[in-house]
C-alpha cells in the first residue's frame, strides 16, 4: 500500500491566507460540493465524488495539473486519502490528504492581530474559515474578553495560554442561530463574567449577565461599551471596543447586511433593523473599525486573513445601507433570502440551553457555511 503525504487543515489555511497557487480535488458527493466548498484568493478546485474514482483517476486526469501540489478533501478524511493514493499510483506524487476533511476545515480558528488598543494591548480576529464565523480576543494590561466565542474552545485557551492572559469577561452579540456559542462554557473555565441581551434571552435555561444599551466594561485600560442595535434578533447588541472598533454582530458585514428572519420574526424586525444601519450606526464615527461576526466569500477579506472596513467606508459601498425606499428595503432583508443555515432551529436550542447534543451531533448541526446575510 502507497503511504499518502498528509496535510493539516492549519497548514493549508496558512498556504491560502498566503495566496499561494492552491489545487484542491474535492471527493464529496456533488450535492454537498455545491452547498459548500474550500474557496480562497488562487484556491482552484474540482469535484470529483469518491464512488466515481473507485477504479482509478483517469476519468479526472485531464482536470489535474502535471507538478504542482494536489490536495485532495472529502466529509472526515477516509475517503482522501484513498483517493490520493489512486494519485499517487496514476504518477501524481504530489499529492496530499487533508487530514479531518471537511469536518477539521469547519472547525478550525486562526487568530489575526487587527490592531492595538490601549494599555499596550490588541484586538485579535479569530477566523474560522471553514464557515465564516469571526470571534474576537481583546487584551489589555493583562486582562482580556471574548465576544462571539465558536463551541470549539481549545484554540481560545491555548492562546490565551500562550499570552498569559486573564479572561475576565464573556460576551454574545445575540442569540446565534447559525453556529453554537461556547460561551458560557468557557466563561465558567475561567471564573469569567458570561454577558447575553436579555432580549434574546426569554427562553435561556442558564443563569447569565444582562448586557443593556449603554453598559460599560472595564478591560484593563480600555471601556468596552454596549450599543443595543436590534434587527437580526430583537436584543443583538453591538460592542465599541476602546473607541475604535465596532463588534457588529450579525446586523452589519462588510458586503452586506443582516437577515431579520432566524426567530421567524422578519416582518417584525425589518423596522429594528432599518432603525440600526441607518440612524443608530449612522450617528457614530465613520473612523470606526466595523469587525462583524461573520463573512461570507474570501473576497471580504484583507490581505491578511482579516475581515473589516471603515464604518464610513461601508456607507459609501454596502448596497444594504443605500436604500432610500422603505418598501424596497423591506423586501430586500425579507424576501428571496438565502436558505436559512442547516439546523438553525437545533442550534437556537443549544444555545438557549434547552437541549444538549453530544459533540458528535454538534458538529453535524454546524455542517455548512453560514447565512447569515441578506444576500
Known amino acids: 500500500m502507497t503511504?499518502?503525504?498528509?496535510?493539516?487543515?492549519?497548514?493549508?489555511?496558512?498556504?491560502?491566507?498566503s495566496n499561494e497557487k492552491?489545487?484542491?480535488l474535492d471527493a464529496r458527493n456533488t450535492d454537498d460540493f455545491d452547498d459548500w466548498k474550500i474557496e480562497g484568493e488562487n484556491v482552484?478546485?474540482?469535484?470529483?465524488?469518491?464512488?466515481?474514482?473507485?477504479?482509478?483517476?483517469?476519468?479526472?486526469?485531464?482536470?489535474?495539473?502535471?507538478?504542482?501540489?494536489?490536495?485532495v478533501i472529502c466529509a472526515k478524511g477516509g475517503s482522501s486519502e484513498f483517493v490520493a493514493e489512486q494519485?499517487?499510483?496514476?504518477?501524481f506524487t504530489q499529492a496530499y490528504s487533508i487530514e479531518g476533511g471537511m469536518k477539521a476545515w469547519s472547525e478550525h480558528l486562526e487568530p489575526i492581530k487587527v490592531g492595538d488598543v490601549s494599555g499596550g494591548?490588541?484586538?485579535?480576529?479569530?477566523?474560522?474559515?471553514?464557515?465564516?464565523?469571526?470571534?474576537?480576543?481583546?487584551?489589555?494590561n493583562g486582562q482580556a474578553a471574548i465576544i462571539d466565542t465558536?463551541?470549539?474552545?481549545?484554540?481560545?485557551?491555548?492562546?490565551?495560554?500562550?499570552?498569559?492572559?486573564k479572561l475576565t469577561h464573556v460576551f454574545d452579540t445575540h442569540l446565534h442561530a447559525d453556529h453554537i456559542s461556547g460561551g458560557r462554557k468557557l466563561a465558567g473555565n475561567y471564573g469569567a463574567q458570561y454577558y447575553l441581551p436579555p432580549k434574546d434571552a426569554d427562553e435561556v435555561q442558564f443563569n447569565y449577565n444582562q448586557v443593556n444599551d449603554a453598559d460599560e466594561f472595564k478591560v484593563g485600560d480600555i471601556m468596552i461599551k454596549a450599543l443595543y442595535s436590534p434587527g437580526h434578533t430583537i436584543g443583538s447588541t453591538s460592542y465599541i471596543v476602546d473607541d475604535k472598533y465596532l463588534l457588529t454582530?450579525?446586523?452589519?458585514?462588510?458586503?452586506?447586511?443582516?437577515?431579520?428572519?432566524?426567530?421567524?420574526?422578519?416582518?417584525?424586525?425589518?423596522?429594528?433593523?432599518?432603525?440600526?444601519?441607518?440612524?443608530?450606526?449612522?450617528?457614530?464615527?465613520?473612523?470606526?473599525?466595523?469587525?462583524p461576526a461573520h463573512y461570507m466569500t474570501h473576497h471580504e477579506m484583507n490581505d491578511d486573513g482579516s475581515v473589516s472596513e471603515k464604518l464610513g467606508v461601508l456607507y459609501k459601498e454596502n448596497h444594504g445601507l443605500n436604500i432610500e425606499d422603505d418598501e424596497e428595503f423591506r423586501k430586500t432583508?425579507?424576501?428571496?433570502?438565502?436558505?436559512?443555515?442547516?439546523?438553525?432551529?437545533?442550534?437556537?436550542?443549544?444555545?438557549?440551553?434547552?437541549?444538549?447534543?453530544?459533540e458528535e451531533q454538534q458538529r453535524e448541526m454546524e455542517i455548512g457555511p453560514n447565512r447569515c446575510a441578506v444576500r
Open 44 to 71: 482552484e478546485i474540482i469535484n470529483a465524488p469518491y464512488f466515481d474514482l473507485l477504479d482509478g483517476v483517469e476519468s479526472i486526469v485531464d482536470k489535474l495539473p502535471k507538478g504542482q501540489d494536489i490536495f
Open 3 to 17: 503511504t499518502v503525504k498528509t496535510i493539516s487543515v492549519k497548514e493549508l489555511v496558512k498556504k491560502i491566507l
Open 121 to 140: 494591548g490588541a484586538i485579535y480576529q479569530f477566523v474560522r474559515i471553514g464557515k465564516g464565523c469571526l470571534s474576537y480576543l481583546v487584551e489589555s
Open 249 to 291: 454582530g450579525d446586523i452589519l458585514f462588510i458586503d452586506s447586511i443582516g437577515r431579520p428572519d432566524l426567530a421567524g420574526k422578519a416582518q417584525d424586525w425589518v423596522a429594528d433593523l432599518r432603525n440600526t444601519l441607518y440612524k443608530t450606526y449612522k450617528e457614530l464615527a465613520d473612523e470606526l473599525l466595523v469587525l
Open 87 to 91: 494519485l499517487v499510483e496514476a504518477g
Open 22 to 24: 492552491i489545487f484542491i
Open 333 to 358: 432583508v425579507s424576501e428571496n433570502l438565502p436558505p436559512q443555515p442547516n439546523s438553525y432551529q437545533e442550534i437556537r436550542e443549544t444555545n438557549m440551553g434547552k437541549i444538549s447534543p453530544e
Open 150 to 165: 465558536n463551541r470549539m474552545l481549545q484554540p481560545y485557551e491555548d492562546f490565551i495560554k500562550e499570552k498569559g492572559f
